[in-house]
């Protein structure tokens, strides 16, 4: 069974920073897409950021590039969203999902929802003004 376990979120000033992680246990992902989501209240889950577990192509949202920062530790298992600039609007719960394919997806795919099968339980991360 796939966990994903998340940590590294809490309030934080606008234009500071955080580092996320989502620590994978339960299996041995071959080339899985890594995707960080947000879901703020009373909207629905948006992509952030994905990654390919093995090769390290990544891809951002508009709304953080240059701000975010995906990576991984295959040696152990984990993913990290680093987060500067933080804005008001960052505000959400973050989500880690691994997608259900262990072949590489393509960057398309990577950003959708409907291709990740497995998540964490999130974590929130707030910024105030």
């Known amino acids: 069974q796939v966990q994903l376990v998340e940590s590294g979120g809490g309030l934080v000033q606008a234009g500071g920073s955080l580092r996320l992680s989502c620590v994978v246990s339960?299996?041995?992902?071959?080339?899985?897409?890594m995707s960080w989501f947000r879901q703020a209240p009373g909207k629905e889950r948006e992509f952030v950021a994905a990654?390919?577990?093995?090769?390290?192509?990544?891809s951002s949202a508009d709304s953080v590039k240059g701000r975010f920062t995906i990576s991984r530790d295959n040696a152990k298992n984990t993913l990290y969203l680093q987060m500067n600039s933080l804005k008001p609007e960052d505000t959400a719960v973050y989500y880690c999902?691994?997608?259900?394919?262990?072949?590489?997806?393509?960057?398309?795919?990577?950003?959708?929802?409907?291709?990740?099968?497995?998540w964490g339980q999130g974590t929130q991360v707030t910024v105030s003004s």
């Open positions: 999902g691994a997608s259900r394919s262990s072949s590489w997806i393509g960057p398309g795919r990577a950003r959708l929802i409907s291709e990740y099968d497995y």
């Open positions: 339960g299996r041995t992902f071959g080339n899985n897409a």
């Open positions: 990654i390919n577990w093995s090769g390290g192509w990544t």
